[in-house]
């Protein structure tokens, strides 16, 4: 069935640094991959996406490229700030109408000052 | 962009009494609805996909006749634990499909109910 595997945090950054947090999934056919955060208190938010190989998402600095290659979709910023401090989850929809989202574990990002 | 609410967003309980969760569309109506479970530390386990006026499906595993699912209007699901035990005890989310959207393959999700069973 469908998985998918991200870095396992916490993951401590200081304000400014470069961020990557690897994301690789199985899956049969062609899936649509996702990024979502969650900020302290609120619900998951789509942050960005991609629905076909070499495609690149982005969003409020971040980005992610879906690899077919690889089976990755890594998400990268190039610099953090405070207010990105949320715990960040990969998601793939596999192929077929049922919306079905598999998530992996979330990985809990810190941003200090 | 879109809102989903649930309700309540804490819950505590005795053993086997049973506990009802509403997730509600905001400003769209959405024909279809998913309820996630969240361990600690562990990703979002999809229980069932409800489609408004027909049942629940259920992934395997999950026992349906434990986790009642009523989907009856385009604006609200509902998730009654029934006859909980300390084994339930989890954060339950939901999310919503906006089948009108501009994107049409995102899922909004609520702020999740944590559910502690005693």
Redesign the interface.
């Known amino acids: 069935g469908d998985s998918v595997t991200q870095m396992e945090g916490p993951v401590t950054l200081s304000e400014e640094a470069f961020l990557t947090i690897n994301c690789t999934y199985t899956a049969t056919g062609y899936p649509s991959l996702f990024w979502y955060v969650q900020y302290p208190g609120e619900g998951l938010q789509l942050l960005l996406k991609a629905t076909k190989a070499d495609d690149k998402g982005s969003n409020k600095g971040f980005e992610a490229t879906y690899r077919k290659e690889t089976t990755s979709f890594h998400l990268e910023k190039g610099s953090v700030q405070v207010s990105d401090s949320a715990v960040y989850f990969c998601a793939l929809r596999g192929g077929g109408s049922n919306y079905k989202l598999t998530f992996g574990k979330g990985t809990l990002l810190t941003v200090n000052p | ?1 879109a809102v ?1 609410s ?1 309700h309540p967003s804490r819950v505590i309980c005795k053993s086997g009494t049973s506990v009802k969760i509403e997730c509600r569309s905001l400003d769209f109506q959405a024909t ?1 609805m ?1 309820w996630y479970r969240q361990f600690p ?4 386990m ?1 229980m069932a ?1 409800s489609n408004e006026g027909s049942k629940a ?1 259920y992934e395997q595993g999950v026992e349906k006749d434990k986790f009642l699912i009523n989907h009856a209007s385009l604006t609200l699901s509902t998730l009654t634990v029934t006859s909980a035990h300390p084994e339930d005890s989890s954060f339950y ?1 939901c ?1 919503a ?1 906006d089948p009108g959207g501009a ?1 049409k ?8 109910t944590r559910l502690l069973v005693l």
């Open positions: 962009g989903v649930q279809t998913f530390k562990q990703s979002l999809l996909t499906t989310i999310s499909r994107v393959e995102t899922q909004y999700f609520g702020p999740g």
